[in-house]
């Protein structure tokens, strides 16, 4: 089945250090986007791809990098991880941008930050 | 920015009783709106999605939504709810056109019990 996938589902890192998650697709979807999602917070968009195109949110903190190396993948790397940032990342795509495209969502990393 | 409302944060029914979940809004433009739910353990998924013609959608498993632009809202509704209908539900808006970034709301809990 075509799908998003998001590896690992939990992750543990400790404070400051590196981390990567991992998000690919079978979908073949132009768009690849990042959620933040916080306990009992509305997900928020970090950033997303448009193609090659990095588009990034605002007020997405310069912590968080993403990378799309091709169609199929995309990264989120977060330099130096604070415990504010613990929490479950997101990963969607839709087949084109535009407002009415529908999102698919990957089941999410869960982000532990000691 | 958008704003996105639920008010209901957990909402708990019996089997068979009809469902309300309210949703607003805050942009005064036009919008897409859309109704995410998220079954335990799974991954974010579309119910129902507003982009113009009928106010009412009809989405899947027999939930519904009625847009009422003088009241910023949509409401996701189910006459007859089931057990396995416990989930998270999520409303989301974004800008038209051609907006990416999806604003949602912070979810309710939609507990049935048997």
């Known amino acids: 089945d075509a799908m998003v996938i998001q590896n690992p589902r939990y992750q543990v890192t400790q404070f400051g250090k590196p981390v990567t998650l991992s998000c690919s697709q079978t979908l073949n979807h132009n768009v690849m986007y990042w959620y933040q999602q916080k306990s009992s917070q509305a997900p928020k968009l970090l950033f997303h791809y448009y193609d090659k195109d990095f588009n990034n949110e605002a007020d997405t903190p310069d912590n968080f990098q993403s990378r799309r190396p091709n169609t199929s993948f995309c990264f989120l790397d977060i330099r130096s991880p604070g415990l504010g940032d613990a929490a479950m990342y997101l990963c969607?795509?839709?087949?084109?941008?535009?407002?009415?495209?529908?999102?698919?969502f990957g089941p999410g990393t869960r982000l532990t930050v000691l | 920015a958008q704003s996105v409302s639920q008010h209901n944060h957990h909402v708990i029914l019996s089997e068979a009783a009809s469902l309300e979940l309210g949703c607003n809004y805050s942009?005064?433009?036009?919008?897409?709106l859309f109704w995410y739910v998220q079954y335990p353990g799974q991954h974010l998924q579309l119910l129902l999605k507003y982009f113009s013609g009928d106010p009412l959608v009809k989405g899947i498993k027999g939930f519904e939504a009625e847009f009422i632009k003088s009241k910023f809202s949509f409401n996701l509704r189910k006459p007859s709810v089931q057990w396995s209908d416990t989930a998270e539900y999520f409303c989301?808006?974004?800008?038209?056109?051609?907006?990416?970034?999806?604003?949602f709301g912070t979810g309710t809990r939609l507990t049935v019990i048997p």
């Open positions: 989301a808006v974004n800008e038209s056109p051609g907006a990416n970034n999806l604003f």
């Open positions: 969607a795509t839709s087949r084109a941008g535009g407002a009415a495209a529908e999102q698919f």
């Open positions: 942009y005064g433009g036009t919008v897409n």
